[in-house]
């Protein structure tokens, strides 16, 4: 026996192929060897809502789908000081700011002020793309009509969330897992 067949007996040549392909694959992959894309599922900014019914305190989360994406830019304003009326409050409202920072992987604050608005404005820029990402949305906790569960009522103007048009409900019980809201994707500038 050879040395050619020697080799080829234990390193058959569909086998050394595959596996050739397969390191130029993880190697030529940026989302596996860098940063993850704009735009993406991994760069998706997330708007998580939390309340108890022992706590006067509603928290907000800020983060990406990805554990690991970090944001260059968050900032978020809030509105307080009016009566919540079953829909999203008409201007003027008056705005002061939360949050204004950059390099951060995720942001969290908590609000005893009951209704709220939020103005989110998230960035993501990685490797020559970037993704805004935004979302405008009004929160009250309470007992909407005809119900006896304390629940998070949420509306929102901004097309492209995951929250559906109109006043949306959840059971102060079923957070945070039901808390979670995407914001929308409006492209590379706000």
Known sequence: ???????QRYLPGPFVVTAVLLVLLIVLTP???????AGTIF???TLLVDHTASSNFTTFYLRALGATVRYTHISVWAATGFPWTGGFPSPPL??????DQSDLVSFQFNSTANPIVLNITMLYASGGGQAYYEGTFAFYVGVPAGSSTLSLLSVTTTSGTSLSSGVNSVPVSDLPQDGEILLANVGSSP
């Open 1 to 7: 026996m050879n040395r050619r067949e020697a080799f």
């Open 43 to 45: 760069t998706q900014a």
């Open 94 to 99: 008056n705005w002061s700011r939360v949050t």
């Open 31 to 37: 989302v596996l060897t860098g940063p993850p894309a």
